[in-house]
């Protein structure tokens, strides 16, 4: 066996679609109604293996439940080149902060929640700071 992709329910599919590419860089590589009347949407970064499957089930369908957050999921994770950056990015797109950057064992890292309240790790390599040095004057 081998892990093939990570499956969430979502309360809002057209929002979550445009946070995930918009925000997250996500492309859409997928989409189809399932027999008991949902709707799911793959998703995939690109120079990645990992898939993200979007599934929205409406109140009439076999499988919809009242959405509720949950701990079932624990988080999704996202390598950026600048986590701090990235970080910023996604507040200012929606998503919401859950555990602000800090570096440990030459990463950075944080936490952010989706629209749904799903929670995102972005980790990446840590960032050297470039220092300013003074310009010599002649």
Not at 21 to 31: A, D, H, L, N, P
Not at 35 to 62: D, M, R
Not at 98 to 111: H, M, R, S
Request: hydrophobic share 30%; with cysteine; proline share 4%.
């Amino acid at each position: 066996m081998k892990f093939t992709y990570t499956g969430i329910r979502v309360k809002d599919l057209k929002r979550s679609i445009e946070f995930y590419t918009k925000t997250m860089g996500m492309k859409e590589i997928q989409r189809g109604k399932m027999q008991a009347g949902g709707t799911f949407v793959e998703l995939k970064s690109k120079g990645s293996q990992q898939i993200l499957e979007l599934n929205y089930y409406p109140p009439e369908t076999k499988y919809y439940e009242k959405y509720a957050s949950s701990s079932e999921l624990d988080h999704l994770a996202f390598w950026c080149k600048n986590v701090r950056k990235s970080y910023e990015k996604v507040l200012a797109s929606g998503a919401t902060s859950a555990i602000e950057p800090w570096d440990e064992d030459g990463y950075t890292l944080a936490f952010v929640k989706d629209p749904n309240g799903i929670w995102i790790e972005l980790i990446g390599k840590k960032v050297k700071l470039t220092s300013s040095k003074p310009s010599k004057k002649l």
